[in-house]
C-alpha cells in the first residue's frame, strides 16, 4: 500500500493551499473501506492530528485548531482524500501526513487508529 501526498509548499499567512493523498497498490481493497486521516508534525512538536473522514466521506473530524478553516474531502473514483487550508497561520508549518485506517473508523483521532502512512509533505506559512 502507498499513500503519496503532495501539495505543500511556501505561503504567506492568509493564503490556502490544497494537499492531496492518492492511495495505490495492489493489497489495497476498495478506497471506500479506509478511514482516511491527515497529521502534522512540526519542528521538535509531536505528531498531532488535524483532520479525518469516514469511509463514506459523509463523517468529519477535526481538531479545535484547524475547525473552520480546514476541509477534508475524498474522491472516491480517483482514490485520494484532500485536506483543503484556508487562512492559513504560521503555527500550521509542519510536515502533513496522511493516513489509512484499515478498521473503517476514524475514531480516536490517534495515529495508533492508522495503519499505513503517506511520505508527507511540507507546509511552510510565513509571517
Known amino acids: 500500500v502507498q499513500l503519496q501526498a503532495s501539495g505543500g509548499g511556501l505561503v504567506q499567512a492568509g493564503g490556502s493551499l490544497r494537499l492531496s493523498c492518492a492511495a495505490s497498490?495492489?493489497?489495497?481493497?476498495?478506497?471506500?473501506?479506509?478511514?482516511m486521516g491527515w497529521f502534522r508534525q512540526g519542528a521538535g512538536k509531536e505528531r498531532e492530528f488535524v483532520a479525518a473522514?469516514?469511509?463514506?466521506?459523509?463523517?468529519?473530524l477535526y481538531a479545535d485548531s484547524v475547525k473552520g478553516r480546514f476541509t477534508m474531502y475524498r474522491d472516491s473514483a480517483e482514490r485520494t482524500v484532500y485536506l483543503q487550508m484556508n487562512s492559513l497561520r504560521p503555527e500550521d508549518t509542519a510536515i502533513y501526513y496522511c493516513?489509512?485506517?484499515?478498521?473503517?473508523?476514524?475514531?480516536?483521532?490517534?495515529?495508533?487508529?492508522?495503519?499505513?502512512w503517506g511520505q508527507g509533505t511540507l507546509v511552510t506559512v510565513s509571517s
Open positions: 473522514i469516514s469511509r463514506s466521506g459523509s463523517s468529519t
Open positions: 493516513a489509512a485506517g484499515v478498521s473503517g473508523s476514524y475514531y480516536p483521532p490517534t495515529s495508533a487508529t492508522y495503519d499505513w
Open positions: 497498490g495492489r493489497t489495497f481493497s476498495a478506497f471506500s473501506n479506509y478511514a
